[in-house]
């Protein structure tokens, strides 16, 4: 069973810029497209950006597209998340997860678990 640890969330300004790192163990990281996804208070868990296996393909949501970079590091075992320009609305607890199946990374469903997260709060 994969686990998923993330790291680098925080309290930040509107405007203002956080990135996310989340490390993978227990599967062959390189072999999984991986993504990241969000929770805001009260509502569902959603899908934000996803990677592919070897990283030439990426995909946003639209909330974030132009705003969120997400990468990976296949020797680190790591998918990162740079968060720019953030507003009050990106306010939530942030997840990482992957598949071996990249378009089935935005599909929620897809993951039987989910590590911790981190907790982004952007202030107005």
């Known amino acids: 069973q994969v686990q998923l640890v993330e790291s680098g969330g925080g309290l930040v300004q509107a405007g203002g810029s956080l990135t996310l790192s989340c490390v993978v163990s227990g599967r062959t990281f390189s072999a999984l497209a991986m993504g990241w996804f969000r929770q805001a208070p009260g509502k569902e868990r959603e899908f934000v950006a996803r990677i592919s296996w070897r990283g030439p393909s990426t995909d946003y949501s639209d909330s974030v597209k132009g705003r969120f970079t997400i990468s990976r590091d296949n020797a680190k075992n790591t998918v990162s998340l740079q968060m720019n320009s953030l507003k009050p609305e990106d306010t939530a607890i942030y997840y990482c997860?992957?598949?071996?199946?990249?378009?089935?990374?935005?599909?929620?469903?897809?993951?039987?678990?989910w590590g911790q997260g981190t907790q982004v709060t952007v202030s107005a």
């Open positions: 997860n992957g598949d071996p199946n990249y378009g089935s990374v935005p599909v929620i469903s897809t993951f039987p678990s």
